[in-house]
């Protein structure tokens, strides 16, 4: 199973920038789908940006424009470019990791497919004050 270390986080006011990384190992040969989810206080886990591993990526519409994920495939590592950061942005965010083909831009639009993942970071936290 593939082990993930997130990294990255920390307090920012609004308007400022982050960019969160994920170190994975311990997987075999194959693809893996990657992105990055986020879970605040009271509320539930929910997915932020995925990524395939040739790097066609989806979004979380309040998160369009802001954020970049990307991958690099030889370094093992995924990442998240936080620009124009929100308060409601604050969160913990954690990756995830599948060889499920469509898992993980299904969980964009049907949270429900969330607790199919099994592959999970400890998280870095996020927060942004206005």
């Known amino acids: 199973q593939v082990q993930l270390v997130e990294s990255g986080g920390g307090s920012v006011q609004t308007g400022g920038s982050l960019r969160l990384s994920c170190a994975a190992s311990?997987?075999?040969?194959?693809?893996?789908?990657m992105g990055w989810f986020r879970q605040a206080p009271g509320k539930e886990r929910e997915g932020v940006a995925v990524?395939?591993?040739?790097?066609?990526?989806s979004y979380t519409d309040s998160v369009k424009g802001r954020f970049t994920i990307s991958r690099d495939n030889a370094a093992n590592t995924l990442y998240l470019q936080m620009h124009s950061l929100k308060p409601e942005d604050t969160a913990m965010y954690l990756c995830?990791?599948?060889?499920?083909?469509?898992?993980?831009?299904?969980?964009?639009?049907?949270?429900?497919?969330?607790?199919?993942?099994?592959?999970w970071g400890q998280g870095t936290q996020v927060t942004v004050s206005s």
């Open positions: 995830a990791a599948t060889r499920v083909p469509g898992l993980l831009t299904a969980t964009m639009s049907d949270a429900s497919h969330v607790r199919r993942l099994n592959s």
């Open positions: 311990g997987y075999g040969p194959g693809s893996y789908y």
């Open positions: 990524i395939d591993a040739v790097g066609r990526a």
